[in-house]
């Protein structure tokens, strides 16, 4: 089969494209022909060296699929050969990842694909709109009528944190870096959007919230504590999940004093149940046509190495900004 591998980590340069054998059948897992692909943040990291993973080289590199059931081991009771599925949280581990023709994957992993909705659109939602699910209603509690503010809310977590958080009810204000990305918001459901580089976000904050804001989602890897902090109403939550080298200063009389807490989470640690009750919500909102990420283009999977590279520039170097998610198709 083809795939997109490393022997190494480094620049988008190691990425190799080429003949790998299938993967072997283990019992309890589903053969499955990849239909698409996409490329998160932390591929880049992982691929840099950036984070230190343990990786079986010859690794392959990716997180999420879409796509078809082909084969089924002999002990898997949930699928069968021709059910579309995708799964996210691959290659961590002894798991190898998802950039390739086929991958063979435990069934505890999948979830069923609704058929209203395409392999492109469900692998661009796979790993953050589980993120998002995750933090907002398992960490952040997060309930009808309060005020969520998401720092970026037309990245692949934020526009799923705004239109997530729409669903159970909530005021949604979000930021986004260009005027035709804060229209974006607004359709995605945001009640405000602001543009960070040209509006007083902290101004209109204060304004939008004047009791303070109930969850801010941060996606920064530099998060703000200082800033942050005078903006949360009492018992406030703030959500943390970026940032592992960050060492900022954190203003302790003014967080403890309005009962608030903070919630740092990884997706990948989430457990299969976790990630199945995330992943119902999500996949029965896609069918309804009321979630969807914006992919910013759809590349050949021979192409793996640009994406890796305009993915970077995008999230480590701040070169350029991605309009959505990138999708690979084999
Ligand atoms: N802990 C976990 O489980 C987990 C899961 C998924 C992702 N992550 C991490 O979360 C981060 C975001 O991931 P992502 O996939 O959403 O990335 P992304 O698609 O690249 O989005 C980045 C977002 O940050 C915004 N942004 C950039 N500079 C900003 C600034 N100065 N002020 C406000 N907003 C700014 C961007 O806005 P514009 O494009 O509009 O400028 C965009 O909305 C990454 O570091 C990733 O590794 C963690």
Not at 42 to 51: E, F, K, L, S
Not at 111 to 123: C, G, R, Y
Not at 191 to 217: F, M, R, S
Not at 273 to 285: F, G, K, V
Request: net charge neutral; hydrophobic share 45%.
């Amino acid at each position: 089969m083809k795939a997109a591998y490393i022997k190494q980590t480094g620049p988008p340069e190691v990425i190799i494209y080429g003949e790998l054998p299938r993967p072997q059948l283990g019992a309890s897992e589903c053969l499955v022909q990849v239909a698409a692909v996409d490329v998160n943040p932390i591929d880049v990291y992982i691929r840099a060296g950036m984070v230190p993973a343990k990786l079986n080289f010859r690794y392959i590199i990716g997180r999420d699929l879409a796509g078809t059931v082909i084969e089924t081991g002999p002990k898997v009771k949930q699928f069968k050969t021709g059910d579309r599925v995708w799964v996210t949280g691959q290659g961590v581990g002894e798991r190898q990842g998802t950039f390739s023709e086929f991958a063979a994957v435990d069934e505890r992993w999948l979830h069923p694909t609704p058929s209203a909705v395409s392999d492109d659109e469900m692998v661009a939602l796979s790993l953050v709109a589980i993120t998002a699910h995750l933090g907002l209603v398992r960490d952040a509690q997060l309930r009808a009528g309060e005020i969520l503010f998401i720092n970026g809310g037309s990245g692949g977590v934020g526009s799923s944190v705004v239109q997530i958080a729409k669903r159970l009810g909530s005021k949604v204000i979000t930021t986004a870096g260009s005027d035709e990305k804060v229209e974006r918001c607004l359709k995605m459901g945001a009640d405000h959007a602001l543009n960070y580089k040209t509006q007083a976000v902290d101004a209109e904050i204060k304004k939008l919230a004047p009791e303070g804001v109930n969850v801010w989602w941060e996606t920064l890897r530099e998060p703000n504590f200082e800033r942050v902090i005078p903006l949360l109403a009492m018992r406030g939550r703030m959500i943390v999940m970026a940032g592992r080298d960050a060492r900022p200063a954190f203003p302790v009389g003014a967080f403890y004093t309005k009962d608030c807490s903070i919630h740092g989470f990884a997706m990948f640690n989430a457990t299969a149940e976790e990630q199945h009750a995330a992943a119902l919500d999500i996949s029965a909102w896609a069918a309804e046509g009321k979630l969807r990420v914006p992919i910013d283009r759809v590349m050949p999977l021979s192409k793996a190495a640009e994406a890796h590279r305009l993915q970077e520039e995008s999230t480590v170097k701040r070169q350029a900004s991605l309009s959505g998610k990138i999708i690979l198709n084999p």
